[in-house]
Structure formats: structure tokens, C-alpha cells
Nanobody, 119 residues
Framework: QVQLVESGGGLVQAGDSLRLSCAASGRTLSSYVMGWFRQAPGKEREFVASITWSGGRTYYADSVKGRFMISRDNAKNTVYLQMNSLKPEDTAVYYC????????????WGQGTQVTVSS
């Protein structure tokens, strides 16, 4: 079992930056992939970024490439999402999630944190 707790959301203006944190606890995390997803009102949840705990390999959605950066601090069991040059269309509830290295489905989810970007 893996427990995930997000923090760092808030209300910002377009062009601002924000950093989300996801504190993870439970099983040994080195065998997991950590991901960030988001869900805007009236839309389906979408993938934002992911990172492997062990190798730090990262992947990004095209919509955030060059603006967002995912990272992890193994000592703190925490994953971060640094969001720069925020746009109103980035407004959403952001979720942290975890899956095994050999699985596709994310099995563990946080409660979400709201990010609102005003124009």
C-alpha cells in the first residue's frame, strides 16, 4: 500500500510559477513510477508528467513540455511538480499517483490539490 498526499496548490496569475509536492509513504518506492495528472472542470483526467524513483526517467505531456518539471527527492520520499509560465488552461485539480514499474494502471492516488490560474 502506498499513501500519497499532495500540497502546494493555490491561486496564481498567468505567467506565475507554482510548485506542487507529493509526499509518499508505505512500500519501498524504488520500484514505482510516480505521476502527476490533472482534471479540469467538465474534462477527463489527463496525464501531466511522470518519473521513475530509481532512474529519474521523466515523461511529459506535450501541453506542459518546457514549462513543467517533475523531480523527486528520494531521501524525503517526495515528488515535485515545478510549474512555470502558468496559463489559465492549466487550471485543474492536480493529482499525484503511483504505479508499479511493470504495470500500466496507476493504483494509488492522492486526494488532489487545486491549481487556479487567473488571466
Amino acid at each position: 500500500q502506498v499513501q500519497l498526499v499532495e500540497s502546494g496548490g493555490g491561486l496564481v496569475q498567468a505567467g506565475d510559477s507554482l510548485r506542487l509536492s507529493c509526499a509518499a509513504s508505505g512500500r519501498t518506492l524504488s520500484s514505482y513510477v510516480m505521476g502527476w495528472f490533472r482534471q479540469a472542470p467538465g474534462k477527463e483526467r489527463e496525464f501531466v508528467a511522470s518519473i521513475t524513483w530509481s532512474g529519474g526517467r521523466t515523461y511529459y505531456a506535450d501541453s506542459v513540455k518546457g514549462r513543467f518539471m517533475i523531480s523527486r527527492d528520494n531521501a524525503k520520499n517526495t515528488v515535485y511538480l515545478q510549474m512555470n509560465s502558468l496559463k489559465p488552461e492549466d487550471t485543474a485539480v492536480y493529482y499525484c499517483a503511483a504505479r508499479g514499474l511493470k504495470t500500466i494502471k496507476y493504483d494509488y492516488w492522492g486526494q488532489g490539490t487545486q491549481v487556479t490560474v487567473s488571466s
